[in-house]
DNA sequence: GGCGACATGTAACAAGTTACATGATTTA
DNA sequence: TAAATCATGTAACTTGTTACATGTCGCC
């Protein structure tokens, strides 16, 4: 049950609908945990029935309805507690880094295509989230917010998630590119 | 199903039984993909039913016996239908990640604690990930190896693993700094 | 007139986690 | 002599995924 935490820490800046808590997920919050709408509808749901969070139903006229939720004092302590517990390793799973695992073995020209198509990826998620930084430092420099803003939990979390990019192009590009070397070679050889 | 991949992918180049498997999951697989030993006694018990794997039997007089797995014929043709297909978005879970993301919220000092153990233990898996580079590559240089050498996917997969640690290391030591800086700049004001 | 965004879920199934179980050997 | 390593699993429970379900509004 550590969802639960993740959905807390997203639900301490913004009051967010299920809804635009799942495009958070589908982008800054990506950086750090994953997780898909249906998932979230149910934690909410929980969290709410726990008074972790409260939701205030919104009438809107020209879209459907919706239910708003905040973390509440609760809540907040629960985080407080997470934060005071021992963490688990760092969970990752990528479909692409198993093809590379198996590249010796495996087509060189679909997996250089994938590699390639990830770099892309990596390229338009740091143009995104360099947008996000730029939206929550205001006019400030970077050094600046960090030293001074209000909020920098969620600007931390998004610098981690750009580096991470990074470096996934990076080595997206390079893997690609010795791949390709290597299967020009086989074909001259 | 795609913990079956990863696992026929560790299984291309060495032969395994399932606890040194599960050590190979602890170290160089888990830069692409978590799991624990229990997953994969069952998973390579489902494997060698589907015969995608296939185990003998190692006696041992001092140790109790084993059973060692390679892929079979089958196992790498599967292994390069799932390289065809299309990759589902990497998938991270990070609980110190969920906490910064809280950072303004939540106490400051067992945060700065915790960043800093993720720092340490970062730099140790680099150097475990660094000496598996050193024993892959041999005598060779990298730039030699990733020409020339027999097996290079593993290698990638370990150069993106290490990389990514010490993306976290750098991450870890500045966010660590900024909290630090901040919660002393408040004490004094 | 079709597609994507908004908005919220349920139900069936697959996968992952936690706790338990056993027992010899080597190292500190 | 206590702890770690080698070696392999089972059982109960919790979580996550896939497929389905519904309906409006705005844009191209």
Redesign the pocket.
């Known amino acids: 049950?550590?969802?639960?935490h993740a959905v807390l820490a997203a639900l301490l800046d913004e009051e967010l609908?299920?809804?635009?808590?799942?495009?958070a997920f589908g982008l800054g919050v990506a950086n750090f945990w994953?997780?898909?709408?249906?998932?979230l509808?149910?934690?909410?749901?929980r969290l709410e029935r726990d008074g972790l969070v409260s939701?205030r139903e919104?009438v809107?006229?020209?879209?459907?309805?919706?239910?708003?939720f905040t973390a509440t004092d609760a809540g907040l302590a629960e985080l407080e507690r997470f934060a005071a517990t021992a963490n688990?390793p760092s969970?990752i799973?990528d479909d692409l880094l198993v093809k590379v695992q198996a590249a010796d073995h495996v087509a060189a020209g679909a997996l250089i295509e994938q590699l390639a198509e990830r770099a892309a990826f990596a390229d338009a998620k740091i143009e995104l989230l360099g947008g996000l930084l730029r939206k929550m430092r205001g006019g400030m420099s970077e050094e600046e917010f960090l030293r001074h803003g209000e909020r920098i939990g969620p600007y931390l979390t998004c610098l981690r998630g750009i580096a991470f990019e990074q470096g996934n192009r990076d080595w997206c590009r390079r893997s690609a590119a010795i791949l390709e070397e290597r299967r020009t070679a086989h074909a001259r050889g």
Chains 1, 2 share one sequence.
């Open positions: 049950m550590a969802l639960r609908s299920g809804y635009q808590l799942a495009k994953h997780a898909l709408p249906q998932q509808y149910a934690e909410l749901a939701g919104v809107q006229d020209t879209r459907p309805n919706k239910r708003l688990k969970f799973r």
